[in-house]
């Protein structure tokens, strides 16, 4: 199997693509040396048409040759993201924020992100040149490894978690988050929340020592179409605020019936579209933030079974149960569902598979055990990536021929 990549001239996915009517220049000063973007010197109708053939491509590799046409869907490729995640560092006896430098762990300063909503770095900025005149805010930062915002899709309100470097100083200072946000607020009034919590790379014992802080509210009411969801502070959701409503669309309209599953449901992004239109739902998730949600929306909708445990558990629980879904939908990690998790699948032969995968390496890999029970019949890549090499696929799956559910 390839390994996939996108080295604009050089291959997508062992394609050469080369064409010097597709060079541009890059919007954002950073490109080259910050990590996060990858194609910024590349026309956007060419990010799409290469990350096109790298999928077709990598889905040939598993004999997933039979769909005539990748379907495409994409937005403003600028602006997009509703989330971001920036590194704190001294530079010069100055705090800066910023991302990792490309292929390595160094730090780059940063001064503007044009993939981000605007309020992101806006609230960014705001931070670092009040702490130039708090010191309460600078001594924050500087005990501060990452900081996280995150913000509904009009920029209305706003989100941030802090990730603490120091033990000691969490516990010495920590009380001081509300003082630190009410600040913020200040030349920020699109702040409506905050944690802190310890560094995740801290070892076990540094991160018992401390159990965070909170300020206002814990989470975002965000609204995708005439759906809204309960995302709880440090939840996972998807990123662009541009392409989630045509997202959940083609994973849930048309789609109806006796039972569905929703496995790795996250806040339940497809769960309440799903639910109106089965007589009953599993939605299946184990991150305790997500799970909370979930178990919210469960109470407001009889249909709804809330199932606190990993997918795979989940599905090791399912092999002898008699009762078949006639929906599955699965939107893991990049990990993928694995093998084993793909295998059971395989023997479970339900009507429909939607599979929504944010990495063709590990969706082909999957896709090459379904393919025992089941075929392709959709593609569509959604780029809810602009700029950069990442791609979010959606494809359905129905029973191979002379196979039933």
Aim: charged share 20%; with cysteine.
């Amino acid at each position: 199997m390839r390994k996939w990549g996108f080295v604009w001239s050089v291959a997508v996915a062992g394609v050469r693509l080369e064409s010097s009517l597709d060079q541009i220049v890059a919007r954002c000063q950073h490109f080259g040396t910050c990590g996060g973007c990858q194609l910024q010197d590349v026309a956007y109708s060419a990010q799409l048409e290469g990350k096109r053939v790298a999928l077709a491509g990598l889905l040939a590799d598993v004999g997933v040759s039979a769909v005539a046409e990748i379907a495409v869907e994409s937005a403003d490729p600028w602006g997009y993201r509703n989330r971001i995640r920036l590194r704190v560092e001294s530079v010069g006896g100055k705090l800066r924020l910023g991302y990792s430098r490309a292929s390595s762990n160094e730090f780059v300063a940063i001064t503007e992100c044009p993939i981000a909503a605007p309020l992101l770095w806006q609230a960014a900025s705001a931070m670092l040149r009040l702490a130039g005149a708090v010191p309460l805010l600078a001594r924050w930062l500087a005990m501060t490894s990452e900081v996280e915002l995150f913000a509904l899709p009009n920029e209305s309100k706003l989100q941030l978690q802090f990730f603490l470097r120091d033990a000691a100083a969490a516990k010495r200072d920590g009380h001081h988050l509300a003082a630190v946000c009410e600040r913020i607020q200040s030349v920020v009034p699109q702040l409506v929340g905050a944690g802190a919590e310890l560094d995740p790379d801290l070892n076990r014992s540094a991160r018992r020592s401390w159990d965070g802080a909170a300020w206002g509210a814990a989470g975002l009411q965000y609204r995708v179409g005439d759906r809204a969801y309960w995302v709880p502070r440090g939840a996972f959701f998807q990123i662009n605020r541009f392409l989630v409503e045509r997202l959940v669309e083609r994973v849930t309209v048309g789609r109806a019936g006796a039972l569905a599953w929703d496995l790795f449901a996250g806040v339940g992004l497809f769960t309440q579209a799903l639910a109106e239109t089965f007589a009953q739902l599993v939605a299946v998730e184990v991150a305790d933030p997500a799970v909370a949600s979930l178990t919210v929306l469960a109470r407001k909708m009889p249909r709804l079974d809330a199932v606190h445990a990993t997918t795979l558990d989940f599905l090791r629980a399912q092999k002898l149960q008699r009762e078949r879904p006639d929906l599955i939908v699965l939107d893991p990690p990049r990990a993928g569902i694995g093998v084993e998790a793909a295998e059971i699948l395989a023997g479970l032969r339900v009507t429909e598979i939607v599979y929504v995968s944010c990495d063709p390496t590990t969706l082909a890999r999957d896709l090459a055990v379904l393919a025992r029970s089941y075929r392709v019949v959709q593609v569509t890549l959604f780029d809810l990536f602009p700029q950069t090499s990442h791609i979010e696929t959606v494809v359905q799956l129905r029973p191979n021929s002379g196979q039933t559910a």
